[in-house]
């Protein structure tokens, strides 16, 4: 079905779409569908073809799967993202050390593309703080980073003014804006229904408050990337001059951007093309934050440290990291981000602290399944292979007959990669996965 813009569209964009033509068209062309590899769970050299040219860990697939379907999705081993958005590691790679600990906001995170891909990047070091106001998409980012299994994130749900209170506390801050959505036409027809001027300078106008909440956040020589899925310049470029007069910041260049073809360096900042690269509509730009930022002293809160460790045994290299209780239960967290936890425990609304590790009752552990989840959980724990058809009647949350000998809570594995917890009885096995995450799609 060949596309028909919104009234008015075309005349918005005139100006910044150089090849009208050629834009329209490639809106009736076949979509690419990419994934971004968790290189902390699948070898990312299993897949060498494909590769999306600005991020070596994103994968353009032949056809669209059925995830849902999948028990590799359902295990993290990667996230389906459209492959535009995998440009801000090149942000990452050129302005950031991951091996200085850097302490990373994405501000508007759900649900939870770009912080798995920072999750990814960091590696294990330093902390990623993961924040979604809206409460209702603040579960499925949640259930991504779950998902993802990285021990050093933490996820929040408050509003950027809030945030903007924990004075130079990032190092980085990525602010994906909620914005007008132009640039996802081609996958969601649907958003071109919402599209008008009006909600473009209404977007616009969020977009510069949102910045102006958030600023205060950010360390002296701190990087801030900003982000939409946009073709607007008042939403783009306009905000991209907006903080360079309001707070004396010089955007950056990006060299692996810079060199690839097809990406287009506008007049501020970084757009990506449906006709001119295989990926959807982006705006991407990128600031260091001038050093003259007068720092504030923030308030702490008490966090409970476990003296000793129950869970240990099921954590890889248990003693690099801690045991703490708070309202979220006991969680597993970094030697690295614990300082900071005492800091964002008082100031946010916090729904995920590192890895919950589970309950004990009396002398026994009752596995939560972040820690089957997780990237921390050790490989050498009772487990049990299934194939597709038994994995994915495990993932509707049925029971299994126990044919196959084990005892106990066992980790539950598709292609050798853990996706939930099974405790064995003698004749079943009884089935770990949280209600809420059970897929309820028809299995042939
Ligand atoms: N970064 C996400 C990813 O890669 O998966 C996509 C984020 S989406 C473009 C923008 C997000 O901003 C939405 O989840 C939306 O709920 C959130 N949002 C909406 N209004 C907001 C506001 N006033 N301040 C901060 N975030 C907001």
Redesign the pocket.
Known sequence: MSISFPENFKEHLETTILNWDDFTESHNQEIPVSIRINSSKLNENLLVENVVSWNEKGRYLKQRPDFTLDPLFHAGTYYAQEAS?MSIEAVLDQYLEKENNPVIL?????????STLIADWLNNNGLLVSN???KS?AGVLSESLTRWGAPNTVVSSN??LQLGKLNGFFDCILV????SGSGMFRKDRNAMQHWSEQAVSHCAA?QER?IEDIWPALKPNGILIYST?SYSEAENENIAKFIMQEYDAEPLSIQKLDEIEGVFKSEVGYRFYPHLIKGEGFYLVAFRKNPSHKLTKLDQVKIDVKKSNPFAELIQLASSYKLIGSHLGNSIVTEIMLPHLYTLHKYLHILKSGVNAGELKGNNVIPNHELALSTIIHPDLPSIHLDLNLALRFLKKEALPNTFNANGWNLMKYQNVNFAWGNALQNRINNGLPKSWRILKEID
């Open positions: 958005s994405d501000l508007c995170a759900a649900p939870g593309g770009k979604e106001v809206i998409r509003d950027p994906d804006a909620p914005c969020r949102i899925c």
